[in-house]
């Protein structure tokens, strides 16, 4: 009707073209869209329901009898939905909603996790996250408070969405010539999240339209683009620029950063805040090898992708056998004439048979028009993988089975993995030995497989190689035991500088304190967020912030900016210039940490050559607490852990 505002959820779209979608449809989902439709939830307490829940699994284990009637159930409801002007009745109350997420995971959500998940899915259409501050800081002091970025991907772009809501002047420098981070710098054949999309992004920015539920790196990169186009952010990054120092000036409490362009222009800035927001994985290590350089043919790391390399009809060798290569291996072994693959360690995984499926039409379609269907289907993806699998990694010391697991769950899993790859391997004995990992389960990486790696390793024209590489040469390399194996190209999947945060930057704080000395070989942070001696500059994916058991980085990365927007407010409505971590309440929290890591899988004995660990063993990457834990202790700062200096 002419002149109407289309109401928040609208569907144009005729009975076949629903019918043909619900086809698509996870139906847990669906259910729950019903309730929302319809405001009756009488579905709770009827006899067709999920019956359990696990990740990357949809559907909830139903019949396809059950499916079947709740989709033409749901017909009917969307039908009249859409006829009725797609007008909501009055939302769901706190109680239904708790029951809706009982009755979805088949189980029991406790009460504790309910605000962490009712903030994540935004069912009342409010971004409880959100840092629009209104009168709580006021305007001139939020205006003259100018804070920098180091970095432009997945948490520097948060960082600026943050800050743009809360009208603080940022500035975001980024070594690159867009943003995306990992995303824009791993290009290499095969590069692909392994997070479901529909979680990994953000709760303000949920999208459905990806191709793929585990998208690949274009998509990615796009995503993030996107989001600094929807927000008109790009005016406030400087791009092809890298911070090179950042010293903290104690007469004028600011920061001088010093930065230099792909051109090797040099400029400095000033700044009363810094976010580092610099990631992890984003500086690519090269092993020691004797003759690297040498090799005559095309080579590079896998996270510095040359474009220029083809390997169809070339004899390749990919070094390393992590994520990277998880990836990569399956997407050139068809097309190589031969692959050699020398694996350090092998990797554990488990089975996600849509890993690389695209997402039907019909599930876009729903995403996209079915009142809440978006965030109930982020809360299928999110809540297997919150906290479910933490008491697979405490270590028992009593357990009889260590050389092959640290707990009774843990060799639960062990047995389940062991199964799933044995049952990809059959009877190559030979095989068999190469890529069953000698350690616990969940003690490195695990990698989600749809069966493409061990396929491509079976392949005639694949050597899995299981030396190290002890030379290079103009031709090929050398494997420890003397063997020579020639190549056209060299591929090196060997990780990342993980443990030298913030490096090769030079952070001084006050009193001329360097960070990188300050660390040494165990960086800190409290929360992995603020470091004592170091006003005013805060971290993001900061030491001891990384996942290893479920989650989302861009979960974590929401409840950090949070976190650093509270300091920022606690000190622009104070009438201090400078916030800074105590040093007993960061020394308190790092024993905390140490100790706990100390009963975890992760400094287990049979964890050897782990990327978590530093050179003494000792995990300084990895969050050792619950997801919870996260999102209780960022949601607002203890002022008292603070010292506040005018």
Known sequence: MSGTTQPEFFIPDDDALIERSLLDASIPTLMMSIIHMTGDASLLDGPIRPAGVYINEYQGYMSEEDKAVVRAQALEVIKAFRDGGCQLPPPPSAQTIHRMMNFFVAGDVPEEYVPMMLEEMELDGRDQRSDAWGNEVPVDRRENHKVLVIGGGMSGVLAAYRLQEAGIPFVVIEKNASVGGTWFENRYPGARVDVGNHLYSYSFE????????????????????????????????????????????EERNLWIVDTVNKDGEREQFTANSVISAVGQLNRPILPDIPGIESFAGQWCHSAAWDPAINCKGKKVIVVGSGASAFQLVPTIAGDVEHLTVFQRSAPWMFENPIYHNEVPEGTKWCLQHLPYYTRWFRFLIFWPACDGAYDT??????????????????????????????????????????VIPDYAPMGKRTLQDNGSWLSALKRDNVDLVTQGVA?????????????????????????????????????????????????????????????????????????????????????????????????????????AQRIECKAQVHTEYQKRFRELHAKLIWEHESIKHSFYQNAEGKVTLLWPWKILDMWRWTKEINRDDYLFVS
């Not at 009774?408 to 990809?424: A, L, P, R, T």
């Not at 660390?519 to 800190?524: A, N, R």
Request: aromatic letters at 16%; hydrophobic letters at 35%.
């Open 393 to 434: 990694v405490f270590v028992d010391p009593d357990w009889p089975h260590q050389d092959r697991s640290v707990n009774e769950m843990n060799d639960f899993v062990y047995q389940m993995f062991s199964d799933y790859i044995k049952g990809q391997v059959g009877d190559d004995e030979e095989l068999l030995e190469k």
């Open 206 to 249: 949920p999208a459905h339209h990806w191709s793929q539920y585990f998208s690949q790196q274009h998509e990615l990169q796009e995503y993030f683009e996107g989001v600094v186009h929807n927000h008109a952010l790009q005016d406030h990054f400087r791009f092809n620029t890298e911070v090179t120092a950042a010293t903290f000036d």
């Open 471 to 575: 030379s290079v040469s103009e031709t090929g390399v050398f494997a420890e035991d003397g063997t020579f194996y020639p190549a056209d190209i060299i591929l090196y999947a060997t990780g990342f500088e993980t443990d030298r945060f913030l490096w090769p930057m030079d952070i001084k704080g006050r009193g001329g304190q360097l960070l990188s000395e300050q660390w040494g070989v165990e960086p800190s942070a409290y929360l992995g967020i603020t470091v004592p001696n170091f006003p005013n500059f805060y971290c993001m994916y900061g030491p001891g912030t990384n996942l290893a058991f479920g989650g989302s980085l861009i979960f974590n990365g929401e409840c950090q900016i949070r976190y650093i927007m509270e300091c920022l407010k606690a000190l622009m409505q104070s009438d």
